[in-house]
Nanobody
Framework: QVQLVESGGGLVQAGDSLRLSCAASGRMFSSYAMGWFRQAPGKEREFVAAVAGSGGTNTVYADSVKGRFTISRDNAKNTVYLQMNSLKPEDTAVYYC??????????????????WGQGTQVTVSS
């Protein structure tokens, strides 16, 4: 069982930066693939970024955030981060982290993640 708690959201202006954190409880955090998703009002939850588990270093990003967002993990702290730079109003959403035990692969599809956090709100004003 893994519990995830996101933090770091807030209200910022366009062009600003935020760093989201997702702290995980439970054992073998390093063996879990981790992902960030977001959901804007009236829209489906969409993939943002993901990082492999089990020692893998691969990362994948949605085209809409590529070059602006960076996902990273600190296995010693059981934490995954999402550094968000050059924020745009269209980045406004509730951001969720997700975890799934895996064999070193990146997981892109929300249906494949078993564990989810409660979400943190990011609002970007123009």
């Amino acid at each position: 069982q893994v519990q995830l708690v996101e933090s770091g959201g807030g209200l910022v202006q366009a062009g600003d930066s935020l760093r989201l954190s997702c702290a995980a409880s439970g054992r073998m955090f390093s063996s879990y693939a981790m992902g960030w998703f977001r959901q804007a009002p009236g829209k489906e939850r969409e993939f943002v970024a993901a990082v492999a588990g089990s020692g893998g270093t691969n990362t994948v990003y949605a085209d809409s955030v590529k070059g602006r967002f960076t996902i990273s993990r600190d296995n010693a702290k059981n934490t995954v981060y999402l550094q968000m730079n050059s924020l745009k109003p269209e980045d406004t959403a509730v951001y969720y982290c997700a975890a799934q035990f895996d064999n070193g692969f990146v997981i892109l599809h929300r249906a494949e993640y078993q564990y989810w956090g409660q979400g943190t709100q990011v609002t970007v004003s123009s």
